[in-house]
């Protein structure tokens, strides 16, 4: 099978519609259908079901449409790799990720302690909102990534552990929830008028829910101190919160890892020396 063929079979299964997928493809509708004809020829299945209003997915179309997104998002991201194995060979640089927002003082203190190392390469930052960061680093577009255990999906990677610590509630300075000396999970929660935020899905959708759409850290210190949200945070996070907030610890939330995380089969010098200065930090 051959990854054109998925491209086209994947338009057609989001389209659901052959005309629209051959506009999505810039291509026109008769090659289109041909090719959907042989792949099913071959593979011994129809892959939709044809109505004069467009097409359904049949059960071996939904099977080949959640593999063969798959199987195409893994050549991409070999193609990825190979071209940043490429780079690394020509110019000494790495790719790091994080989410905007979080772990500031930690990655400045990384960057410029990796940067006055003899032999220490180049590093681009992306910074991204948060659960994209394992996506970036497992499909090729980072290197490396400053990741938060329990909240990132860390199967797969090395990693070496860099901080833990426990969370706290920052909410607005003056609220009465303010003045209470701890409080758990639920209690955070549960606050009437600061419902905590939602962060986007990898695809952008939100889930539902009373709090604001958020996608950085950021943002969401202005909006708390508005009055409109209250956030859970790494303890070492609050303790940073400046004029207008107010931190609570809770009592009963999970500890936060913080960790370095690179691709097992990495050889990237560059990653090496990142990883050891942030040990050594």
């Given at each position: 099978?051959?990854t054109?063929e998925?491209?086209?079979?994947?338009?057609?299964?989001?389209?659901?519609?052959?005309?629209?997928?051959?506009?999505?493809?810039?291509?026109?509708?008769?090659?289109?259908?041909?090719?959907?004809?042989?792949?099913?020829?071959?593979?011994?299945?129809?892959?939709?079901?044809?109505?004069?209003?467009?097409?359904?997915?049949?059960?071996?179309?939904?099977?080949?449409?959640?593999?063969?997104?798959?199987?195409?998002?893994?050549?991409?991201?070999?193609?990825?790799?190979?071209?940043?194995?490429?780079?690394?060979?020509?110019?000494?640089?790495?790719?790091?990720t994080?989410?905007?927002?979080?772990?500031?003082?930690?990655?400045?203190?990384?960057?410029?302690?990796?940067?006055?190392?003899?032999?220490?390469?180049?590093?681009?930052?992306?910074?991204?909102?948060?659960?994209?960061?394992?996506?970036?680093?497992?499909?090729?577009?980072?290197?490396?990534a400053?990741?938060?255990?329990?909240?990132?999906?860390?199967?797969g990677?090395?990693?070496?552990?860099?901080?833990?610590?426990?969370?706290?509630?920052?909410?607005?300075?003056?609220?009465?929830?303010?003045?209470?000396?701890?409080?758990?999970?639920?209690?955070?929660?549960?606050?009437?008028?600061?419902?905590?935020?939602?962060?986007?899905?990898?695809?952008?959708?939100?889930?539902?829910?009373?709090?604001?759409?958020?996608?950085?850290?950021?943002?969401?210190?202005?909006?708390?101190?508005?009055?409109?949200?209250?956030?859970?945070?790494?303890?070492?996070?609050?303790?940073?919160?400046?004029?207008?907030?107010?931190?609570?610890?809770?009592?009963?939330?999970?500890?936060?890892?913080?960790?370095?995380?690179?691709?097992?089969?990495?050889?990237?010098?560059?990653?090496?020396?990142?990883?050891?200065?942030?040990?050594?930090?």
């Amino acid at each position: 099978m051959e990854t054109r063929e998925l491209r086209y079979f994947l338009a057609v299964a989001d389209e659901l519609h052959f005309g629209r997928a051959a506009e999505q493809l810039a291509m026109a509708q008769p090659p289109l259908s041909r090719a959907i004809a042989q792949l099913e020829r071959r593979l011994g299945a129809a892959l939709f079901v044809r109505t004069p209003r467009g097409v359904t997915l049949t059960p071996a179309g939904e099977t080949l449409q959640r593999e063969g997104r798959a199987a195409l998002a893994a050549v991409e991201a070999a193609e990825r790799r190979t071209r940043r194995t490429v780079e690394a060979a020509t110019r000494a640089s790495v790719v790091l990720t994080a989410k905007a927002g979080a772990s500031s003082e930690l990655m400045a203190k990384l960057l410029d302690a990796y940067a006055a190392e003899p032999d220490a390469a180049e590093v681009e930052v992306l910074l991204s909102p948060p659960g994209h960061q394992a996506a970036m680093l497992r499909d090729g577009r980072a290197d490396v990534a400053i990741l938060h255990r329990p909240f990132d999906d860390l199967s797969g990677f090395d990693l070496e552990e860099l901080t833990t610590e426990n969370q706290v509630l920052v909410l607005p300075a003056g609220h009465p929830a303010s003045a209470m000396t701890s409080m758990t999970v639920q209690e955070a929660a549960s606050i009437p008028d600061l419902p905590l935020p939602r962060w986007p899905h990898l695809d952008g959708t939100y889930p539902d829910g009373p709090g604001p759409e958020l996608r950085d850290q950021t943002q969401i210190l202005q909006l708390v101190r508005l009055g409109r949200t209250a956030i859970m945070l790494p303890e070492s996070a609050g303790s940073s919160v400046r004029e207008g907030l107010a931190v609570v610890p809770i009592s009963d939330a999970p500890q936060v890892t913080t960790v370095i995380a690179w691709p097992p089969h990495s050889t990237s010098p560059g990653v090496a020396g990142l990883v050891r200065t942030a040990a050594r930090l």
